[in-house]
C-alpha cells in the first residue's frame, strides 16, 4: 500500500518562510509527476506548483518567485519551499503524487493536508 506523509506546515509572520515535505513510501516501482496543492473553505483545491519525474516544473502565477518544489528521487520525497509568504497563502496544503505501484498499477495519491496560517 502506497501512502504520502506531508510534514512542515504552521503558523508564520507575513513575509516569512516555510518548507513543506512530502514522502511517499510503500510498494513503489516509479513515481511520476508530484505536486502541491491548497484549500481554502468554500473553495476548490488548486495546483500550487507540480515538477515532474524530469523535474520540469509548473507554478501557478500567484506563488511564482516566492515558492520553489522540488523532489529527492532517491528519498521519494517532493518539497515546497515557500517564500514571502502573504495571508493569502493560508490554506490547507495537500501533497498529490501520481505512483505505479508493484500491485495496483499507475494511481492518483494524496497526502493527508497540512494546514499554513500566514498571520500576524
Known amino acids: 500500500q502506497v501512502q504520502l506523509v506531508e510534514s512542515g506546515g504552521g503558523l508564520v509572520q507575513p513575509g516569512g518562510s516555510l518548507r513543506l515535505s512530502c514522502a511517499a513510501s510503500?510498494?513503489?516501482?516509479?513515481?511520476?509527476?508530484m505536486g502541491w496543492y491548497r484549500q481554502t473553505p468554500g473553495k476548490q483545491r488548486e495546483l500550487v506548483a507540480a515538477?515532474?519525474?524530469?523535474?520540469?516544473?509548473n507554478y501557478a502565477n500567484s506563488v511564482k518567485g516566492r515558492f520553489t518544489i522540488s523532489r529527492d528521487n532517491a528519498k521519494n520525497t517532493v518539497y515546497l519551499q515557500m517564500n514571502s509568504l502573504k495571508p493569502e497563502d493560508t490554506a490547507v496544503y495537500y501533497c498529490?503524487?501520481?505512483?505505479?505501484?508493484?500491485?495496483?498499477?499507475?494511481?492518483?495519491?494524496w497526502g493527508q493536508g497540512t494546514q499554513v496560517t500566514v498571520a500576524s
Open positions: 498529490n503524487a501520481a505512483i505505479m505501484a508493484f500491485t495496483t498499477g499507475i494511481n492518483d495519491y
Open positions: 510503500g510498494s513503489i516501482r516509479h513515481i511520476y509527476a
Open positions: 515538477i515532474t519525474s524530469g523535474s520540469s516544473t
